[in-house]
């Protein structure tokens, strides 16, 4: 078994309507490993959940849903690391 790598990305959360996400920028794709579509497991400001990037208007992206934008008191435009 390999050993995950770490990757620490300092962004902001982009929304779109009910939609809010994290763009990852390409050159961490493949430091990431797995493919266009790696699983990562995240962690905001202590708020840890798994997912998968995405690839959406030609961006790669990790979702932030709802629930966890309730739990960690984020919204579109909040920087996050």
């Known amino acids: 078994m390999s050993t995950p790598r770490t990757v620490v ?4 959360v982009a929304a779109s309507g ?7 920028p390409p050159g961490l794709i493949g430091q990431l490993g797995a493919g266009r579509r790696p699983a990562v497991l995240v962690d905001l400001d202590g708020y840890g959940y798994r997912s998968t990037v995405a690839v959406m208007g030609g961006q790669y992206l990790v979702g932030v849903s709802a629930a966890v934008r309730r739990a960690t008191g984020l919204s579109g435009g909040d920087p996050v690391r």
Do not use: I, K, R
């Open 18 to 24: 009910n939609d809010a996400g994290t763009v990852v």
């Open 9 to 12: 990305l300092e962004t902001t």
